[in-house]
């Protein structure tokens, strides 16, 4: 009897050895779960967040994909301008190289105060270069600028002139990532500034002839550069 009380107190005593085991393991467990829980929140925190793209990297971005090839398909096909984003892309090159371009507005502004009016009488940079080889909005002829007088003869006397060598080096840089790229000449200001665009309304000015402003009134803003 004694034996068989013996062999009882052993099992009851290997049982609860057995629970607290089982308990025990299942206390590691959930240990090691929550240590690998941690581990994972912890990495994710650690891991750096990717920088928020600017409305300029999406338009480099997609100026610079397989996409724009089948844009501008699309464009041509069902004749939609597509030279605003051209010249998005130039604004990006020329930001890029250091080049700067005059604020429009702001010479807009000042044409207006000192000779009351805003448009602007840009020429072709050569005689005889009217027509642009990628666009029919540069079709115009020198017989339709003739209306602006003294304008015109002033620009024909232009060109009989050798361009100075610091437009040569504008022109010459800018058609080197830009072949298709129509440069233009003004000379509103009793000065002579060059533009640069893809159609006659969408233009960049990016120069000046004498490389600066006569005028002391009013010296522009330059833009896109560090």
Request: charged share 25%.
């Amino acid at each position: 009897m004694k034996w068989f009380s013996k062999k009882i107190d052993e099992m009851e005593e290997s049982l609860a050895l057995t629970k607290e085991t089982n308990e025990l393991k299942k206390r590691i467990a959930q240990h090691e779960q929550q240590r690998l829980e941690q581990e994972v929140i912890m990495t994710a925190q650690d891991k750096p967040k990717p920088r928020q793209l600017t409305d300029e990297d999406m338009c480099f971005n997609f100026l610079n994909s397989p996409l724009y090839e089948k844009y501008k398909e699309i464009c041509y096909s069902i004749t939609y301008n597509p030279f605003p984003l051209y010249l998005e892309k130039l604004k990006l090159f020329l930001k890029e190289k250091n080049i700067g371009v005059y604020d429009q507005y702001e010479i807009m502004q000042y044409q207006n105060k000192v000779f009351h009016r805003e448009n602007f009488g840009w020429f072709p940079l050569k005689k005889g270069d009217e027509t642009c080889k990628t666009s029919k909005y540069w079709s115009e002829k020198p017989e339709e600028y003739k209306w602006c007088g003294t304008q015109w003869e002033i620009l024909n006397s232009l060109y009989s002139q050798p361009i100075p060598l610091n437009i040569l080096q504008t022109v010459k840089f800018i058609l080197n990532e830009f072949p298709s790229a129509n440069f233009l000449i003004s000379n509103t200001f009793n000065d002579v500034y060059l533009a640069v665009g893809f159609t006659r309304t969408n233009v960049l000015i990016v120069d000046c002839w004498d490389n600066h402003f006569t005028s002391d009134l009013f010296s522009p803003q330059i833009m896109y550069a560090d």
